[in-house]
């Protein structure tokens, strides 16, 4: 299944706009059907998951307490 660009818009709650930049700039692929961009589906779900997973990740290591220092000598 294909989404337009105003489907995918929707979807990712951007502007239309947002989403023909991305296109552009090859950052979503999509086909031209003589009439406008189509998106599939499909390939941007995983696109999507792939990313969640990503910030999950980066979300754990920031979240991961900073070892103390042992050349850190208390002053008091």
């Given amino acids: ?13 951007v502007t239309e706009e947002a989403v023909q ?5 090859k950052k979503i692929r ?3 059907d ?7 589906k499909n390939q941007f779900k995983t696109h ?15 979240n991961e307490p900073i070892p103390e220092d042992p050349d850190i000598k208390d002053e008091d």
């Fill in 1 to 13: 299944m294909y989404l337009t660009i105003k489907e995918t818009a929707e979807h990712l709650s």
């Fill in 34 to 40: 003589g009439e406008q961009y189509i998106i599939n």
């Fill in 30 to 32: 999509a086909l031209w």
């Fill in 21 to 25: 930049k991305l296109v552009k700039e």
């Fill in 48 to 62: 999507l998951e792939q990313m969640e997973k990503y910030k999950e990740m980066i979300e754990e290591i920031l």
